[in-house]
């Protein structure tokens, strides 16, 4: 079975403070989908990046970056330079391909509450 | 940029009473799923569909829950007797025809339950 552990449940930072969210994953499959949601304060899942089990390439998209270790089961999110704006719940989701005939359900951790001060 | 919609954006309702949520998937999307939110938890799958037909559910998905695509464009999740714990976020997703294609959100219907 798939889980997801984000074992931060709040941060709190200053602006332009750097933040790191960690997201431990559990799977069986050897192909998989990692993901990243935000959800500020209005409420939708905003979908922020996607990783699939074969390429453990780091991806850095402007302030945001993420790292990606199998051999720790990990998919670290780092903000860099925190604003104000990145004030949100945090996250992590699991997908599993199990044998092609996945449908594709996400699994989501508890999800990480990023306050940033100003 | 194409989105995934849902209504009401807020339904309130009498506990017993049937609720029907609604959605608007991304057209030329294949696979449809529910998510559920009670406030201040994750976010918990409930069900997929695809091909007209339910392809998974999870334990939280019983009798009570139905979903149907009555048309090309809507997908329904209807809650036939709602319950005090059904109270919750409500969320509809879509996806492209692949595995590496990316789950888009709708907005969520809050349901509160009274």
């Known amino acids: 079975a798939q889980k997801v552990t984000q074992a931060q449940t709040e941060i709190s930072v200053v602006e332009k403070e750097d933040v790191t969210l960690d997201c431990v994953y559990e799977t069986r499959d050897t192909t998989y989908y990692l993901f990243w949601y935000k959800q500020p304060p209005s409420g939708e899942l905003v979908f922020l990046i996607r990783r699939n089990s074969f390429d453990e390439q780091n991806e850095i998209s402007g302030r945001y970056s993420w790292n990606f270790q199998k051999s720790t089961s990990s998919f670290n999110f780092t903000i860099t330079a925190s604003q104000v704006v990145d004030s949100a719940v945090y996250f992590c989701?699991?997908?599993?391909?199990?044998?092609?005939?996945?449908?594709?359900?996400?699994?989501f951790g508890q999800g990480t509450i990023l306050t940033v001060h100003p | 940029e194409p989105e995934v919609t849902q209504t009401p954006s807020h339904q309130v309702t009498q506990m017993g009473q049937e609720v029907i949520l609604r959605c608007v998937p991304i057209?030329?999307?294949?696979?449809f799923y529910w998510y559920r939110q009670i406030l201040g938890q994750k976010v918990e799958f409930l069900v997929s569909f695809y091909n007209n037909e339910i392809s998974e559910k999870s334990e939280i998905f019983d009798d009570q829950f139905s979903v149907e695509r009555p048309d090309g464009s809507n997908f329904t999740l209807k809650i036939r007797s709602t319950k005090l714990e059904d109270s919750a976020m409500y969320f509809c997703?879509?996806?492209?025809?692949?595995?590496?294609?990316?789950?888009?959100f709708g907005p969520g219907t809050r349901l509160t339950v009274l």
């Open positions: 989701a699991l997908s599993e391909a199990s044998g092609g005939t996945s449908y594709g359900k996400l699994t």
């Open positions: 997703a879509s996806r492209g025809g692949g595995l590496t294609d990316t789950q888009y």
């Open positions: 057209s030329n999307h294949l696979y």
